[in-house]
């Protein structure tokens, strides 16, 4: 390992830039033997690849004592998995250095040293030796590049010595993630996430306390610090700090360091002398903009090399909520805008503690909310609901308010509005039901079905559609249902129901059907089976009933829009036409697979005796189920 040396340029550097977790003077003051005695000090789950898995992932493990430590006598737990070294040979890590385990797998076994560190762009002096400071593992597999995931380092007698704990949202191929010494507990302090190049054999002055776990400090100074912390402080207030400060033969110098909840790093203020030895600051205001917490400490010098800090204090800032005046409204119009107002106070300033408010929205029959942003003038809000979204007689709104600390909301009200439903436009045949998901044959669903119903007041001519299944978020063609017979007539204010038969099922009748159910539908009357793989159980998917003669009318329209426009052109002037001329022949639902929101229950009034069973459990089981969630190469 080639360990940095602490020069004083490095020393001042890291300090300017907010490199250390504590001040040198502070550092001076820590219980070394609270810093655990190895340090995972640095990790590297995403590399470059070797056959399709990570090839040179790496943890950088530091002996943090002032003698040589056999690190084939402890254990390195992956979460809860044993990560044994590939041979039960000594593993020394000399004092104060580190050595890296290269993780390997069944793809990079093969690989040579030379290779990991080329990886890394190590050379000279900075190029790992196997068997001296690299040492291989088991094939274990590796680290996962995305997720939460802890290793955790235990010694001989079991005990944890150490853990670093990591949670990626996109990982960075070769980026390390570097930690910084603890004190006092065995939880590696997370530096960097995958920010910055990996340095696996490198251990920054910032990454390890400047002295050994087993360090027996000198006798203090003669320098004492009387200090009555504080509690708590109200958001927009200065916070004072004052300590008695006492040195018998030289003059006194005092700061104080302080950091809140969302800084990097501490920073300090002077603290001046008022009387008998008492020294006192103020911590500005606007420092604790935005902030729920902070932490500060107090350091004092005589002037020579002796300094003493005291303990760190934490504080409480306190956020008073911002207070909402709303009077309801009650009636709607769909000719027009719904302006809301509001008068929201909140008891901070805006420059300590700024808020937003919002409306959010949704019809009776919507699921979410729609938000939008009101607008201030002083404490007056005002918000608008558009005419467009106005489109049920039922409508629910709330305001929120929320600041730094804290999301107030409204109770939801409910406004009427004057809207009659056309029940002109409602199409002749409904999609009333689908269920994507069922319980398993062999390896597929096998109650799947979608529902249709004859909502006028005539015989509808099932063989004049087709059933077409959609992808609406990708470019895949929609995809035609051919089912077992289409001379079928659904009679007024009655259903068809489409049984889906695939591969799984296919030797399952109607009995069957009826049987899962509980129903006494009758084949090739009120039940047809369709031929296909089934719905998708994790994706966007839809349905689609169309009539043939739109189809054709659509087919005879791209014909003749000619040679110089795109196929996207093409289906759009087609939709708007097809749209137009058959309107009342075509009916979409769209679902989103697997949501609770959308599935009907016993509690819903449409729902029926005849529609309960034993389907709905989730179907995990299916390959074809995994839409959009693709799977892991590891843990």
């Not at 898995?53 to 002032?66: K, L, R």
């Not at 106070?345 to 409306?359: Q, W």
């Not at 695939?502 to 009357?525: C, H, M, P, R, Y």
């Not at 196929?567 to 087609?574: A, I, K, L, N, P």
């Amino acid at each position: 390992m080639k360990m940095k040396k602490w020069v004083n340029g490095v020393v001042l550097g890291a300090m300017a830039f907010g490199l250390f977790p504590y001040s040198p003077a502070f550092a001076a003051t820590i219980d070394y033997s609270q810093v655990p005695k190895l340090l995972i000090t640095e990790l590297v789950p995403d590399t470059n690849n070797v056959s399709g898995s990570d090839g040179y992932e790496a943890i950088e493990i530091y002996n943090n004592t002032s003698q040589p430590v056999d690190y084939s006598q402890y254990t390195l737990n992956y979460n809860s998995t044993v990560w044994a070294l590939n041979t039960p040979d000594e593993a020394m890590i000399p004092a104060r250095q580190a050595i890296v385990l290269w993780v390997t797998n069944a793809a990079n076994g093969g690989e040579t040293i030379d290779k990991f560190n080329a990886n890394y762009g190590l050379t000279g002096d900075a190029q790992l030796v196997e068997g001296k400071n690299l040492f291989r593992t088991a094939a274990v597999g590796g680290m996962a590049n995305t997720g939460s995931r802890t290793l955790t380092l235990k010694a001989p007698d079991g005990s944890v010595v150490v853990t670093a704990s990591y949670n990626v949202g996109t990982s960075a191929v070769n980026k390390g993630i570097v930690y910084n010494y603890p004190v006092g507990s065995t939880d590696m302090l997370l530096s960097t996430l995958e920010t910055t190049a990996a340095t696996p054999g490198t251990v920054l002055p910032t990454q390890v306390p400047d002295q050994p776990s087993d360090y027996v400090a000198p006798p203090a100074v003669d320098l004492k610090i009387d200090h009555s912390p504080v509690a708590s402080v109200q958001l927009g207030q200065d916070l004072p700090i004052s300590a008695a400060i006492t040195e018998n033969k030289h003059s006194v110098t005092a700061a104080v360091y302080y950091q809140t909840n969302l800084a990097k790093s501490y920073a300090s203020l002077s603290m001046s002398a008022t009387k008998d030895g008492v020294y006192a600051a103020a911590i500005p205001r606007l420092s604790m903009t935005g902030a729920s917490s902070l932490q500060y400490y107090i350091e004092a010098s005589d002037g020579t090399d002796g300094s003493v800090a005291s303990a760190v204090y934490r504080v409480g800032i306190l956020n008073e909520e911002p207070a909402i005046a709303h009077t309801p409204v009650t009636q709607a119009s769909k000719g027009s805008d719904l302006v809301l107002t509001a008068n929201v106070k909140n008891p901070e300033s805006a420059d300590v503690d700024p808020m937003t408010v919002t409306l959010h929205y949704k019809t009776t029959s919507q699921e979410f909310f729609t938000a939008v942003d009101m607008k201030a003038s002083g404490n007056a809000y005002q918000g608008s609901i558009p005419k467009s979204a106005l489109v049920e007689s039922g409508l629910q709104y709330y305001i929120e308010a929320k600041d730094a600390a804290n999301t107030v909301p409204t109770d939801t009200y409910e406004a009427e509005v004057d809207f009659v439903p056309d029940l002109t436009k409602a199409p002749p045949i409904l999609i009333t039901e689908a269920l994507p998901d069922s319980n398993n044959v062999k390896s597929s669903d096998d109650g799947e079905f979608i529902e249709l119903y004859n909502n006028t007041d005539k015989p509808f001519a099932f063989k004049d559609y087709k059933l077409y299944y959609r992808y609406p978020d990708s470019a895949t063609e929609d995809v035609i249902w051919p089912s077992s017979k289409e001379d079928i007539v659904i009679q007024p204010g009655k259903t068809l129901v489409l049984w889906v038969i695939n591969s799984g099922n296919s030797t399952q009748t109607v009995a069957d059907f009826n049987a899962a159910f509980k129903t006494s539908l009758i084949e090739n009357v009120d039940i047809i089976k369709v031929y296909s793989d089934g719905m998708s159980n994790s994706a966007k998917r839809g349905a689609r009933h169309r009539h043939q003669q739109a189809r054709r009318y659509r087919n005879r329209l791209l014909r003749r829009l000619g040679e110089g426009r795109s196929r996207c052109e093409q289906r759009h002037s087609v939709f708007v036409s097809v749209r137009r001329l058959f309107e009342h022949a075509q009916v979409q639902r769209r679902y989103q697979d697997g949501d609770a929101g959308n599935a009907r229950t016993e509690a819903d009034p449409r729902a029926t005796s005849s529609r309960r069973g034993r389907y709905g459990q989730a179907d995990d089981r299916r390959p074809d189920r995994q839409d959009g969630d693709e799977p892991k190469s590891r843990s």
